[in-house]
């Protein structure tokens, strides 16, 4: 996290040698939501999450920065003797990326890097059993991905290819007791360590709607395929969005996590677009799921 930090002081500093009135600047805040799953022996339960989310972007003529950074913590527990499950879950996620862009008119080519970590834990009470466990991941990228985009009076088609380098680390502990005087007792603790390169093509289009002089509607759709490459890699997504010619709307899915090989996932989004500003909501979503599971994400940004 400090890396990335670091990172984006010396960009800033160096960015900073042009003249400030030729630097355009957008912070964004905002949230995403999502449904953690948590196996406990033969159910499964779900936890929503409220992840709060910043997002700062600096340009100057053709370059773009953008550094975001996410933090949530939640839990829920059911600790009461009326019920035969009793439970108590906690979840902590925490991400930041950096993005550096070169933007043509039609073309744009952008590398980044993003960490993320996920904890999973719980504790659980049934009858005579009583299990407790603990997940926890770590994901480091590099990503490269280049796009082009056909610009029309009203609307935009884009398509765009991207490889990661991804190394991750993971473990897994559980602790089961099987009886009330806890003499059988069950622990396992696995750990994995993994890396590979990541493919992935998006198309994506979006609609303008002329609301007034100074105010447009944007409804858009998209379709992403990732595939390992090389080697073990997770599949997440990122995605980038041109609201007008200087500035993008950049959707990044770190806990979009998939354990195959490969995956699709289906993308909706709509924003109100202003002078200086703009209101945007989006849902992401793996074709093997419904969209009441889907990631969502919502952001105001201004700039100036």
């Known amino acids: 996290m400090k890396s990335i ?55 100057s003529g053709p370059w773009l920065i953008t550094a975001s950074a996410s ?14 499950l009793r439970y108590k879950l906690d979840f902590k996620q925490s991400s930041e990326s950096l993005y550096i862009d070169y933007n043509f008119d039609q073309l744009w080519a952008s590398a980044g890097y993003s960490q993320s970590h996920f904890k999973q834990s719980f504790i659980s009470s049934e009858s005579d059993n009583y299990s407790e466990g603990e997940n926890q991941s770590d994901y480091r990228s590099f990503i490269i991905d280049i796009g082009y985009g056909w610009h029309f009076e009203n609307s935009q088609f884009s398509t765009s290819v991207g490889f990661s ?3 991750s680390n993971e473990s897994y502990q559980l602790n089961q007791v ?13 750990q994995i360590k993994q890396s590979g390169l990541l493919g992935s093509l ?14 447009d509607w944007m ?13 073990e890699a997770h599949t997440s997504q990122t995605s980038h969005t041109r609201l007008t010619e200087s500035r993008f709307f950049a ?10 090989s490969k995956s699709t996932s289906l993308m909706v989004q709509s924003s109100l677009i202003m002078d200086h500003g703009s209101i945007n909501l989006s849902a992401d ?20």
């Open 285 to 304: 979503k793996l074709t093997s799921e419904i969209w009441s599971d889907a990631l969502i994400e919502f952001g105001i940004s201004l700039y100036f």
């Open 251 to 260: 959707s990044e899915d770190e806990s979009f996590i998939d354990s195959d």
């Open 5 to 59: 930090y670091t990172t984006t002081g010396m960009l800033v500093i160096l960015l900073t040698q042009f003249s400030w009135a030729e630097l355009d600047h957008g912070i964004s805040v905002g949230v995403l939501q999502q449904t953690q799953l948590f196996d406990l022996n033969n159910t499964t339960l779900n936890l929503l999450t409220n992840t709060p989310k910043i997002q700062y972007q600096l340009s």
């Open 219 to 231: 409804l858009g759709s998209g379709i992403n395929y990732s595939e390992s490459i090389d080697g």
């Open 178 to 190: 099987i009886d009330s005087n806890r003499q059988n007792n069950q622990s396992t603790l696995d």
């Open 71 to 84: 933090k949530d913590e939640e839990n829920r527990s059911r600790l009461s003797n009326l019920y035969p």
């Open 202 to 215: 998006s198309i994506s289009y979006q609609h303008y709607f002329s609301m007034n002089q100074h105010l």
């Open 165 to 167: 380098q991804q190394a």
